[in-house]
């Protein structure tokens, strides 16, 4: 009987292989499995030649018109994230098969390599008797060349129909081919920086009328987040926007439907209490396979604090299709006029001068000091202040951080004054 070789001690091929298998037969787990994908990346670096552990600062990024392309240490280093990495493979993998159940031959369109090709590549060497055709792209001709080397070393190379060093939001086959899978992991949070909407945008006049983008489903969400000292719950605003086959049809067709609109507030929520906004990004690679809220760097929160928002008002969004794409918001906040009220003028409470203190704490709070100064008005303050027996440091700290309408303002200097005077009564 012979005893099976330690992983480490494997050629390339088969520890790319087996430690492939040990990723697809293993539950994913955040903060697990690290030392298989730390394994991979230096098998595939003997082989390709690049290796993640190489200074990212020295070699450049490309930058397209519809985003930027990372460079090959930074693209060699997302292998390493082994929740995402492991999640497409899985992902790609139950697709490939079902494909494999219904056509004759697979064709695939892998657009963003990357130095390995590990999200494809050593499925193909797992399967290497299927009829899978596959087109493999990239922008950085290190990594085309790289992907040459894993080819050959995976023997995989009559699996593969071109590799090439191209933009894919212009590539086009070579042969009138309709790909069954398109694949493509070129995105950050809330679909930022680089051109994974361009790509699909241009890819998706490619596919077959039965074909499936991967990932199949990028949706972005939006949730108010209370004060952790409020002891609240979240409130979710929703899915405010989904990239799917039919919006990359849509968007290619010249429609920019989709690509801005609106997140309604609910008509009520204490607005001093959630005045922040977190939007996440679920990415549906395939069927149950799916990448969700804090599980990698691509569904990290994209958070908004210090917002004063208006309840029942919307967000407005509109996602820029630039040479760094992002989602723009416009959010309701109360704008404060640049000019101070008069002393005189009165709230609920009879006494002159909280409108005009509260009016200047909340231009402190945006930076505008300069509207907010009126030299020797702060000893008045202070004595103002003193009425309610709040300190001013006290007051406009309690403006700056929670932003209090003016109603909210006098409803905090009562309850402030009635609680230390029921304080005082009781310690009497
Ligand atoms: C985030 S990396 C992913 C690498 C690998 N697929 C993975 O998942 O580990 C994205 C890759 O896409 C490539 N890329 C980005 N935009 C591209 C474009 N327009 N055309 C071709 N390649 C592109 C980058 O050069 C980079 O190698």
Redesign the pocket.
């Given at each position: 009987m012979t005893t099976p070789k330690p992983l480490g001690q494997l050629t390339p091929k088969a520890g790319i292989i087996a430690n492939t298998k040990l990723l697809l037969n293993r539950d994913c787990n955040i903060g697990r499995d690290h030392e298989i994908t730390r394994e991979l990346s230096q098998l595939y670096a003997k082989v390709g030649g690049i290796s993640s552990d190489e200074n990212i600062n020295d070699w450049d990024n490309?930058e397209?018109d519809?985003?930027v392309?990372?460079n090959?240490i930074q693209?060699a280093k997302?292998?390493e994230e082994t929740l995402r990495?492991q999640m497409?493979i899985k992902g790609i993998y139950q697709c490939l098969l079902e494909k494999l159940s219904q056509k004759h031959t697979v064709n695939v369109v892998y657009?963003?390599?990357?130095p390995?090709?590990?999200?494809l590549l050593p499925l193909l060497a797992l399967m290497p008797n299927a009829p899978i055709r596959v087109s493999l792209?990239?922008?950085?001709k290190d990594?085309t060349e790289s992907i040459q080397r894993i080819v050959e070393h995976l023997g995989i190379g009559h699996q593969i129909t071109s590799i090439e060093c191209?933009?894919?939001?212009t590539w086009s086959p070579k042969s009138s081919v309709q790909f069954d899978i398109v694949i493509s992991?070129?995105m950050t949070a809330l679909l930022g920086r680089?051109?994974q909407v361009a790509?699909f945008a241009h890819l998706q006049q490619f596919l077959a009328d039965d074909g499936v983008l991967i990932p199949k489903k990028v949706s972005l969400s939006a949730v108010l987040v209370p004060y952790e000292s409020a002891n609240l719950p979240d409130i979710p605003l929703g899915q405010f926007f989904e990239l799917n086959r039919e919006l990359v049809r849509s968007l290619a067709k010249g429609h920019q439907d989709g690509f801005t609109g609106e997140i309604v507030l609910p008509r009520s929520f204490s607005s001093i209490d959630y005045q922040h906004l977190s939007f996440r990004t679920d990415i549906q690679i395939y069927r149950a396979h799916w990448l969700t809220f804090g599980q990698c760097s691509l569904n990290l929160s994209i958070d908004y604090a210090g917002l004063k928002l208006e309840p029942g008002g919307s967000i407005k969004f509109c996602y820029r299709m630039t040479a760094l794409p992002k989602f723009e918001f416009t959010f309701p906040v109360e704008s404060m006029s640049s000019v101070l009220p008069e002393k005189t003028e009165l709230g609920a409470i009879a006494v002159q001068g909280i409108k005009r203190f509260w009016h200047r704490a909340r231009l402190i709070r945006d930076g505008r000091h300069g509207e907010a100064f009126v030299e020797r008005e702060i000893l008045t303050d202070i004595a103002l202040l003193e009425k309610f027996d709040v300190s001013y440091h006290l007051a406009l700290s309690y403006v700056c951080e929670y932003q209090p309408s003016f109603d909210e303002f006098e409803a905090w200097l009562l309850y402030t004054k009635e609680s230390n005077s029921s304080f005082l009564t009781s310690r009497a």
């Open positions: 490309v397209l519809s985003g392309a990372i090959p693209a997302c292998l990495t497409f657009a963003g390599t990357g390995y090709g590990c999200l792209i990239d922008i950085h990594n191209a933009d894919a939001t992991e070129t680089e051109p790509i």
